[in-house]
Structures are given as structure tokens and as C-alpha cells.
């Protein structure tokens, strides 16, 4: 990844993506802008990191899924909250685990481990959620497709 550098029209596009999901929220239905903010993102959002103190860096990777998430929060909570997760759902909570446990074996300790959990459920497991609360019937296949 690059360092965002001088570059005003990447920095616009990375904190640009916070408003235009929030607005993609309120102007669309949650279900079509959850799936418009992950292609869109995904497509046309610049590779760039920008340091947080503290927490992890700001890249395309992480702005994606959680901008989304707490779009999903703010607008279309109870959703989120009545999702029940199910069987089909454990190989990717495993998934999503499994870095804690390699980590571990490995002699590379806690901290590697959680932070490589969290990495893991942000990039896969954040995007999956999503796609369990708004594609999972058929007219979320149909709106996906």
C-alpha cells in the first residue's frame, strides 16, 4: 500500500467514502445501498493507508466494510439486532478465529492474534454479515444479482 503523500484527491476519496455511504443510506433503501457502497468501494476507492494513532490504519480495506457497518447501525438497526446467527454461519466464525489459534501455536502471542482476529473479521467477516442480512433471500439474490 502507498503512503496517501500529498495527494488531495485520495484523501477527498478515502473521507470522502464516510458521507457518501451515509447519504447512499438515507437516499436509497439500506439493503441497495449496502450493496452499491461495497461495489462502488470496492471498485473505484484509491489503494491508500493513512495512519490513526492508535488504531489500525485507514485503508480502503478497513473503509469498506465498517463505514457500511455503521451505516447499518445508525439506519437499519434493528436488523442488525435480529439477526440470528445459524449453523451455516460457523465456518466463517471459525474463519475468522482461526488467526487467534495459529498465532498462538506459533509462539507469537495474544496481541498478534486478537489484532489478526479483528483484522480478519473486518475484511471477511464484516462484508459477510452484510450479506446475511440483505441477500440472503431471494430478493436479495435478485438485488445482488
Not at 480495506?61 to 438497526?77: E, K, R, S, W, Y
Not at 498465532?103 to 462484508?127: A, E, M, R
Not at 454479515?129 to 440472503?136: A, F, I, N, Q, W
Amino acid at each position: 500500500m502507498t503512503q496517501s503523500g500529498g495527494n488531495w484527491i485520495v484523501t477527498l476519496a478515502m473521507f470522502g467514502w464516510i458521507p457518501a455511504v451515509a447519504i447512499a443510506f438515507m437516499v436509497l433503501t439500506p439493503p441497495r445501498a449496502a450493496v452499491i457502497g461495497y461495489i462502488a468501494g470496492w471498485l473505484f476507492l484509491p489503494v491508500a493507508q493513512f495512519p490513526l494513532a492508535g488504531l489500525p490504519d485507514y485503508t480502503k480495506h478497513l473503509a469498506v466494510p465498517v463505514v457500511i457497518l455503521l451505516a447499518i447501525l445508525l439506519c437499519d438497526g434493528r436488523r442488525l439486532l435480529a439477526f440470528k446467527p445459524r449453523l451455516v454461519d460457523l465456518p466463517m466464525a471459525l474463519y475468522c478465529l482461526v488467526p487467534l489459534f495459529s498465532s498462538l501455536s506459533n509462539g507469537l502471542g495474544w496481541y498478534d492474534g486478537i489484532t489478526s482476529v479483528i483484522d480478519k473479521t473486518i475484511v471477511w467477516g464484516v462484508p459477510y454479515l452484510t450479506g446475511r442480512l440483505y441477500c440472503s433471500s431471494p430478493e436479495g439474490r435478485d438485488r445482488l444479482a
